[in-house]
């Protein structure tokens, strides 16, 4: 399937993309050898074969909720390296 550059700069857009005319040429050769890749993959039968919900063979392993007791206020703050009455103060991250 191959990819135009209307199509390569609208999802350079989507994706908050820049590049350049010669990176843009690469980035449609790409795009197309993949989607001709997954057009191969949609040409195998896998009606016999059982969907995945993981990759991992891990299973979760659960536990009982418990009630126990919970650390109070002036706990938490103990080890504040700054805080201000109730709170913790931490660096502003916004202008």
Request: charged share 35%.
């Amino acid at each position: 399937m191959k990819i135009d550059q209307n199509s390569i700069k609208k999802i350079a857009h989507l994706a908050r993309l820049e590049f350049d005319e010669s990176s843009a040429e690469k980035m449609s050769k790409d795009m197309s050898q993949i989607l001709d890749w997954v057009e191969q993959l949609n040409e195998l039968d896998t009606k016999d074969v059982e969907p995945l919900t993981t990759m991992s063979s891990e299973t979760n392993v659960m536990r009982e909720d418990k009630m126990t007791s919970h650390l109070d206020h002036e706990a938490g703050l103990k080890n504040a390296p700054k805080r201000d009455e109730d709170y913790f103060r931490v660096p502003k991250v916004l202008e």
